[in-house]
Each structure stands twice: as structure tokens, then as C-alpha cells.
């Protein structure tokens, strides 16, 4: 605000994540660790940028595959992930009056250091096989979508929408 003047989009895009086993292994401190980062955080940072976005502003929230299908070793995570698509579905249908756009882009696997941090080199060198085009992502190949959703030439008329980019996937949940 001091340099610009004023807040056009606001890009959630924060996480943590740590594979478990099962529930048994999920502890509750890993459970409020991953809540805080990946759904209090857009919560908050929504709330503090709320005041200085206008009319033909955006929120562009990132979200997960996981948020749809659910994954069994990311109980949290896909929790929070599920939890984000709401917020944006929810935030978009309580701003439209404003004019301020809401919506979600929820990648399969990206080649991030989120994923590969908690696994096995074995594993990591699998990561993203299981997608029609046998790869993951690079997040080069994400960025035009919040892209897209940032512009207000090119998506004036979206709001709440979660844009899944599955890698030739062409079901979610």
C-alpha cells in the first residue's frame, strides 16, 4: 500500500504438508500446524487485504486435487485443501456485490518443494507418474491460471470457481 497506493489481487498460496500413515500417526500439533498455514493464513490475509481491494479487484486462492479426491497419507492437508475450495466458493458468493472476483486453482502434482520434502528418493522419482501424461507440472505451467484469474480483461465474469489442471486427468472427485 505504501509503494502502489492501493491492493488489486491477492494470492493465497501457502502450505504444509507431511505425509502420515494413518490417523494414528496424525498428531494433533501437526494437525493445527497445517490448519494455520494452509487455512487460517488465506482467512487472515484475506481479512487484511480486504479493506484496500475495489471494485474489478481479485483473490486468487490455491487449492489441491486433494481438496476433491481426499488422500489417504495427507489426511490434514487435504482437509485444509477441501476447506480452502469452500472459502473461495463461499468469499466469492459474499463479494460479488462488491465486485471483488474469488476463485481457486487446484493443481494435481507440481513439481514444488512442498511435495517431494517428506518422501523418499524412490518415491520422488515417481512423483506426477500417475497422470495421463506421466509427469508432473512445473509451476511455469500453473502461473497462467492465476494469471487468468488475476486479470480482470480476461476473467471480469468468474467468480468461485475452482480450475482443476490434473495433467490430462479429465475427472476430479
Known amino acids: 500500500m505504501k509503494k502502489f497506493g492501493k491492493l488489486d489481487i491477492?494470492?493465497?498460496?501457502?502450505?504444509?504438508?507431511?505425509?502420515?500413515?494413518?490417523?494414528?500417526e496424525l498428531s494433533e500439533d501437526q494437525w493445527d500446524r497445517t490448519f494455520k498455514t494452509n487455512i487460517y493464513g488465506y482467512f487472515y490475509m484475506t481479512k487484511a487485504?480486504?479493506?484496500?481491494?475495489?471494485?474489478?479487484?481479485?483473490?486468487?486462492?490455491?487449492g489441491s486435487i486433494t481438496g476433491l479426491e481426499g488422500s489417504k497419507e495427507l489426511l490434514d492437508y487435504a482437509s485444509t485443501k477441501g476447506a480452502i475450495h469452500a472459502f473461495t466458493k463461499s468469499l466469492a458468493q459474499n463479494l460479488v456485490e462488491r465486485g471483488v472476483r474469488v476463485n481457486c486453482v487446484a493443481p494435481g502434482p507440481v513439481w514444488t518443494p512442498l511435495n517431494p520434502s517428506d518422501k523418499?528418493?524412490?518415491?520422488?522419482?515417481?512423483?506426477?507418474?500417475?497422470?495421463?501424461?506421466?509427469?508432473?507440472?512445473?509451476?511455469?505451467?500453473?502461473?497462467?491460471a492465476f494469471v487468468y484469474f488475476a486479470?480482470?480483461?480476461?476473467?471480469?465474469?468468474?467468480?468461485?470457481?475452482?480450475l482443476t489442471l490434473l495433467g490430462g486427468e479429465t475427472t476430479a472427485g
Open 10 to 24: 491477492l494470492v493465497n498460496n501457502a502450505a504444509f504438508q507431511q505425509h502420515q500413515d494413518g490417523l494414528d
Open 49 to 62: 487485504a480486504l479493506p484496500h481491494l475495489r471494485e474489478g479487484s481479485a483473490i486468487v486462492n490455491t
Open 120 to 144: 523418499q528418493p524412490e518415491d520422488v522419482a515417481e512423483f506426477g507418474a500417475d497422470t495421463p501424461m506421466k509427469r508432473p507440472a512445473q509451476p511455469e505451467e500453473i502461473a497462467p
Open 151 to 162: 486479470s480482470e480483461a480476461d476473467s471480469s465474469y468468474v467468480t468461485g470457481e475452482v
